[in-house]
């Protein structure tokens, strides 16, 4: 048992105007979209809701709804908040509790509620009816739109008073969306904190993983640093810890098995600190040495990431970034003889989907896939790159993950193998002496400046820096 006292946590201190910003750059974008219609009006927002147990008296574990935290901050459940379009004014409605729940729970009072989320006023649900009377709007906008990502829509709130005032269910989805997809300065700090810290964690893992732990080990350790010295209590979602073959499961969260030498390890790890997530994959040897043929994917996935980032800046199109990963590892692919054909014909075929089976990257925030990939606006989901997240322009202040892979995933090559149409591009002896490779993913978090791309991660990507990594050596010395 180590005897050392705990240390000390080093934490990211939200700054005292953060929603404050989001909302005033929020509400210029939204004026300036609505223009005169928005005079007088107001917007309302319904928080996350409560969920019982069913056969018990606790709740789930309910996250904040993530526009409602994006404005306001407020992380209780029940909760209304109201934007006043004219003057900015920022009101949160609450619960009112009694007191056997106030014995059993935390409850502050509504000064308190202001006070900590610099909020111009809070009152309880109770008052909305009375509140809203006295303000008299000619309209208020609700956030109304089907997720792209759950085909879902939020709740709405629905109380009788609210039929008395004009309502529109358009606007606001489109503007609050759009408004998340490009992070503020702030927001931008907070990534940047928790991209380093995830990205820490990914390292002490490297390091102190061997053959003979468990999978789940490697996202114990994880955890355990990023909440220990951070206080990131959760992940942005489950932890990816796949050995050998089982990183061929894109979303492989079992994490049970036990570690083997000359295994692929990938894994696919991010952080939440303040709401906003990373999303961070590396790939490394089990016992610290790539065989030949790890070496030749993993390169292959390594020089695809790069080229994708050398061509990042503002105005690219994320679909054609989305095709040239899909030529490099093509050619990869060809030249390691796992396809045959001409080169013409394996694009036209789109031969490599059948190991580089994903999209290329998703939008990166307060959701680990984030939001506006497809808002209205914006060059919809294409039938032939149905897997891909996004295909916007890139712009200032996006941050996405560039994430190519390569995987061998036998239910599909062995589909593969009985379609002559595919078949006949396919190098089966070769491709049988790859398959425990398993798959290889590389996953940086990228923020777009005006300047280029910046990458918010820092693990090691080279063979020579993940190897030396993995011995404990500093790999940042080594530049290839
Ligand atoms: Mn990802």
Request: hydrophobic share 35%; proline share 4%; aromatic share 12%.
């Amino acid at each position: 048992m180590n005897s050392d006292p705990i240390p000390f946590p080093r934490e990211y201190a939200i700054p005292e105007d953060f929603h404050q910003n989001i909302r005033t750059r929020f509400l210029n974008f939204f004026r300036y979209t609505v223009g005169d219609k928005a005079r007088n009006s107001l917007i309302m927002l319904m928080g996350a809701v409560k969920m019982n147990k069913h056969d018990e008296d606790q709740q789930y574990r309910v996250e904040q709804e993530s526009n409602f935290h994006y404005l306001f901050g407020v992380d209780f459940l029940n909760c209304y908040g109201i934007i006043d379009v004219d003057n900015g004014k920022s009101i949160v409605f609450v619960p009112q509790y009694d007191s056997n729940y106030k014995m059993w729970n935390v409850v502050l009072n509504n000064d308190e509620i202001k006070q900590k989320f610099k909020l111009d006023e809070v009152l309880y649900n109770d008052d909305i009816e009375s509140w809203l009377s006295n303000r008299k709007p000619s309209l208020i906008y609700y956030f109304y739109g089907i997720d792209d990502y759950s085909h879902h829509s939020l709740p709405i709130p629905d109380q009788p008073f609210l039929q008395n005032y004009n309502s529109d269910y358009d606007e606001l989805y489109y503007i609050l969306t759009e408004s998340r997809v490009r992070k503020t300065p702030q927001e931008q700090d907070i990534m940047r904190f928790i991209c380093k810290i995830s990205s820490e964690a990914h390292e002490l893992v490297i390091k102190n993983i061997r053959k003979g732990n468990k999978e789940y080990q490697m996202e114990a350790l994880y955890q355990y640093h990023t909440f220990i010295n951070h206080g990131c209590r959760f992940t942005p979602y489950e932890c990816i810890c796949a050995s050998g073959t089982n990183g061929s499961v894109l979303h492989y969260e079992e994490n049970s098995k036990t570690i083997q030498e000359k295994e692929l390890i990938l894994n696919d790890m991010g952080g939440k600190f303040y709401g906003y997530c990373s999303d961070i994959t590396v790939t490394f040897p089990s016992d610290g040495k790539f065989t030949q043929k790890q070496a030749i994917i993993y390169n292959a996935v390594l020089d695809t990431q790069r080229q994708v980032h050398n061509s990042l800046k503002v105005g690219v199109n994320w679909g054609d970034m989305q095709l040239l990963a899909e030529r490099t590892i093509t050619k990869h692919l060809f030249n390691a003889g796992l396809i045959k054909g001409s080169m013409e014909d394996l694009i036209k075929n789109s031969i490599c989907r059948l190991f580089f089976t994903h999209g290329l990257g998703h939008m990166l925030g307060l959701r680990t896939h984030d939001v506006g990939g497809y808002n209205k606006g914006t060059p919809p989901r294409l039938p032939e790159l149905s897997q891909l997240q996004f295909r916007r322009d890139l712009d200032v202040g996006m941050v996405f993950t560039n994430e190519p892979g390569i995987y061998f995933i036998d239910f599909i090559l062995q589909g593969a193998y009985k379609d002559p149409n595919k078949m006949k591009y396919l190098n089966k002896e070769r491709i049988e002496e790859f398959m425990h490779v398993g798959g290889v993913r590389l996953e940086d978090d990228i923020l777009l400046t005006a300047n280029g791309p910046e990458i918010l991660n820092d693990v090691p990507r080279t063979i020579k820096q993940v190897e030396a990594c993995w011995r404990g050596e500093d790999w940042r010395k080594i530049n290839d």
